[in-house]
């Protein structure tokens, strides 16, 4: 059974960093296609970065985009999103997502619902 879990998230400052981890079983990371997503109060579901495992292409959202860099460590079974230069409308809980892939990424990454794998969410909060 697939199970997706992430942690990193927290308070940070505008203008600070975080790295958010999801640590992935039960799935072989190497064939699936792996997005972060976001949802803040109010708001629908958006894709944030994603990643396809069949050549190695990324997806940015152009709001987070020179900002966060999504990559994978194959021997941990993990992906992460690193995020720099945070700003309060990056406030939102974070989630990872696996699929296999069907398109290509910046669509996959428009399609959250599209994803059969989902973590539980970890929040981030940008404030000073």
């Known amino acids: 059974q697939a199970q997706l879990v992430e942690s990193g998230g927290g308070l940070v400052q505008p203008g600070g960093s975080l790295r958010l981890s999801c640590e992935i079983s039960g799935l072989t990371l190497d064939y699936y296609a792996i997005g972060w997503f976001r949802q803040a109060p109010g708001k629908e579901r958006e894709g944030v970065s994603c990643s396809d495992s069949r050549d190695g292409s990324t997806y940015y959202a152009p709001s987070v985009e020179g900002r966060f860099t999504i990559s994978r460590d194959r021997a941990k079974n993990t992906v992460y999103l690193q995020m720099i230069r945070l700003q309060p409308e990056d406030t939102a809980v974070y989630y990872c997502?696996?699929?296999?892939?069907?398109?290509?990424?910046?669509?996959?990454?428009?399609?959250?619902?599209?994803?059969?794998?989902w973590g539980q969410g970890t929040q981030v909060t940008v404030s000073s």
């Open positions: 997502a696996a699929q296999l892939p069907w398109t290509t990424v910046q669509t996959m990454c428009n399609s959250p619902p599209q994803f059969s794998f």
